[in-house]
């Protein structure tokens, strides 16, 4: 009699523990497939189902498992389905997902659209997201400065790394966050959600460059921070890949870069300001490149957040004999050989009344 009431412990005790085990796998797959809150367009066709749409859940990663939200779907057994757009995210897990559908195809009055302009840098991001989200400034820089966010993005992302903890570089996530227009689902929308989705972005980015990324001779970082200098010395695609070219002919051969567009991200001055003073051109900074201090080397970091067109110049820069490049204020990008060239071209510059000049 023992025996059958020990074996009947077993089995009550071996079934407790199996339930709990597939509801917890159950809620684990119905759930959330990240934070991300970037909604994205699902267009639901006439005829569809919410069994028929399953695959095109799980192509939007939406859904962490087909299996699970069919058989949600079949518990639940929600009303039916109607045709529309329907905007959705990865953060909202099956649940929500289906409320969602269920309610019909609204417009979400909530959705802010932000768009950050390449070339920026993270000032103007900081200030972007002030202006379009119930986050202010110091929210930004705030968690730009803590080391424990930097640290867990540094082990979610490959081609982040303990560069961006350089306690001289201003901003540290400057040079990565992509800039593009991203929708997200209302103005609550955490910092660390905005980051990430950018970052995320970035990735895929990367990712078709990943073998020119380990055959560089420059780390991701280096790589980011010279296309980010591309991005604002040059005017179009081909420009770049000639900036690029002279870039490495200079590093190639121990001088410095000479880029004013460092000099002012080092003086923290934005280009539209005013002009630069001869003394902040002068000045040694990790930044700066046109004093000789930096002979041969590239800044500590980024100074602005580059399009992928500035990214591929920097992986393949056009192998050429320029060692100069002059822009006129009109943007126009010049290139020369030798120093006489540069400065003739100067001069040409200053007689037309298209050349900076500098305030003492």
Same mark, same amino acid.
């Given at each position: 009699? @023992?025996?059958?009431?020990?074996?009947?412990?077993?089995?009550?005790?071996?079934?407790?523990?199996?339930?709990?085990? /597939? /509801?917890?796998?159950?809620?684990?797959?119905?759930?959330?497939?990240?934070? +991300?809150?970037?909604?994205?367009?699902?267009?639901?066709?006439?005829?569809?189902?919410?069994?028929?749409?399953?695959? @095109?859940? @799980?192509?939007?990663?939406?859904? #962490? *498992? %087909?299996? =699970?939200?069919?058989?949600?779907?079949?518990?639940?057994?929600? %009303?039916?389905?109607?045709?529309?757009?329907?905007?959705?995210?990865?953060? $909202?897990?099956?649940? @929500?997902?289906?409320?969602?559908?269920?309610?019909?195809?609204t417009v979400n009055e909530d959705v802010v659209d932000i768009t950050f302009v390449e070339g920026k840098n993270m000032r103007y991001i900081a200030k972007t997201i002030s202006e379009n989200t119930n986050n202010t400034e110091k929210d930004v820089y705030d968690l730009l400065s +803590?080391?424990?966010?930097?640290?867990?993005?540094?082990?979610?992302?490959? =081609?982040?790394? +303990?560069?961006?903890?350089?306690? #001289?570089?201003?901003?540290?996530?400057? !040079?990565?966050?992509?800039?593009?227009?991203?929708?997200?689902?209302?103005?609550?929308?955490?910092?660390?959600?905005?980051?990430?989705?950018?970052?995320?972005?970035?990735?895929?980015?990367?990712?078709?460059?990943?073998?020119?990324?380990?055959? *560089?001779?420059? *780390?991701?970082?280096?790589?980011?921070?010279?296309? *980010?200098?591309?991005?604002?010395?040059?005017?179009?695609?081909?420009?770049? =890949?000639?900036?690029?070219?002279?870039?490495?002919?200079?590093? +190639?051969?121990?001088?410095?870069? !000479?880029?004013?567009?460092?000099?002012?991200?080092?003086?923290?001055?934005? $280009?539209? %300001? #005013?002009?630069?003073?001869?003394?902040?051109?002068?000045? /040694?900074?990790?930044?700066?490149?046109?004093?000789?201090?930096?002979?041969?080397?590239?800044?500590?970091?980024?100074?602005?957040?580059?399009?992928?067109?500035?990214?591929?110049?920097?992986?393949?820069?056009?192998?050429?004999?320029?060692? =100069?490049?002059?822009?006129?204020?009109?943007?126009?990008?010049?290139?020369?050989?030798?120093?006489?060239?540069?400065?003739? $071209?100067?001069?040409?510059?200053?007689?037309?009344?298209l050349w900076y000049e500098y305030q003492s």
């Amino acid at each position: 009699m @023992k025996k059958y009431t020990y074996f009947a412990g077993f089995l009550v005790a071996f079934f407790t523990i199996l339930i709990i085990v /597939c /509801c917890s796998i159950y809620k684990i797959n119905i759930g959330p497939v990240s934070k +991300n809150s970037k909604l994205k367009e699902i267009n639901v066709e006439a005829g569809e189902t919410y069994l028929t749409i399953t695959e @095109k859940l @799980k192509e939007n990663n939406l859904i #962490r *498992s %087909e299996f =699970f939200y069919k058989l949600y779907v079949k518990l639940m057994k929600p %009303e039916n389905l109607e045709k529309g757009v329907y905007y959705l995210s990865e953060n $909202m897990g099956v649940e @929500k997902i289906l409320e969602t559908l269920e309610k019909g195809s609204t417009v979400n009055e909530d959705v802010v659209d932000i768009t950050f302009v390449e070339g920026k840098n993270m000032r103007y991001i900081a200030k972007t997201i002030s202006e379009n989200t119930n986050n202010t400034e110091k929210d930004v820089y705030d968690l730009l400065s +803590n080391t424990m966010y930097l640290d867990s993005l540094i082990n979610k992302y490959w =081609f982040l790394t +303990n560069d961006i903890k350089d306690s #001289r570089i201003y901003y540290s996530l400057e !040079g990565y966050l992509f800039p593009d227009t991203y929708q997200f689902q209302n103005k609550d929308v955490s910092v660390e959600d905005i980051f990430e989705t950018m970052l995320d972005e970035l990735e895929k980015k990367l990712e078709p460059y990943k073998t020119n990324i380990q055959n *560089s001779k420059y *780390s991701l970082h280096q790589i980011l921070t010279l296309a *980010s200098i591309i991005e604002l010395e040059g005017v179009n695609d081909n420009d770049r =890949f000639d900036v690029s070219g002279v870039f490495y002919n200079r590093l +190639n051969a121990g001088w410095s870069l !000479g880029s004013d567009v460092t000099t002012y991200y080092a003086s923290k001055i934005d $280009m539209n %300001e #005013r002009d630069l003073y001869q003394s902040e051109i002068d000045a /040694c900074n990790d930044y700066n490149t046109r004093p000789s201090c930096m002979a041969g080397k590239l800044p500590v970091g980024p100074i602005c957040n580059p399009s992928i067109a500035s990214i591929e110049a920097a992986l393949k820069p056009k192998v050429h004999d320029y060692y =100069f490049f002059v822009a006129d204020k009109n943007k126009k990008t010049y290139f020369t050989k030798t120093n006489a060239e540069h400065l003739n $071209m100067i001069a040409t510059l200053k007689s037309q009344g298209l050349w900076y000049e500098y305030q003492s």
